[in-house]
């Protein structure tokens, strides 16, 4: 069982939202909605890639802030692709260093999986020059770090 789970809370685009991601992650769906008499989606509960969320639509006075963020660690540069256009398409914001805002505002890390390494080294100068070569990137290039 999962202890934590993450909840997100949206103006009006709870399902939308949801909808969007589970159809961009592997092993992801929707699990439940809640619905007002209205017929709108008060909750929606849904797994990413075995992940449990929970969004709500909570009104105008909801907003995203960029100091929490969704970090997703890609396996390869094919899957850093497919997730940036996914996430940034119809409305979203590339930003810097690999971090994005998808067209509901919340921010997303789309890293490869061994970030780390690849900014590491034992040459202090190679090191340097993989941080600047990350600095000047918005969505990651892996091949670029390598050659850095």
């Known amino acids: 069982m999962q202890k934590i789970t993450t909840f997100l809370t949206f103006n009006d685009q709870a399902e939308e939202a949801a909808t969007l991601y589970t159809s961009i992650f592997k092993d992801s769906k929707i699990t439940r909605v809640a619905r007002l008499p209205t017929g709108h989606a008060m909750t929606v509960e849904f ?46 914001e590339p930003g810097q260093c690999g971090w994005l805002k998808d067209p509901f505002g919340v921010s997303w890390q789309i890293i490869p999986v061994n970030m780390g390494n690849l900014l590491r080294s034992d040459d202090p100068a190679s090191a340097q020059r993989k941080m600047a070569a990350m600095l000047q990137m918005h969505k990651i290039e892996i091949a670029v770090l390598e050659q850095a």
């Open 47 to 92: 797994e990413l890639a075995g992940q449990k969320y929970i969004a709500m639509n909570g009104g105008p006075h909801f907003s995203f802030a960029t100091g929490i963020s969704l970090a997703v660690s890609c396996a390869d540069q094919a899957e850093i692709d497919y997730l940036w256009e996914q996430l940034t398409t119809n409305g979203g």
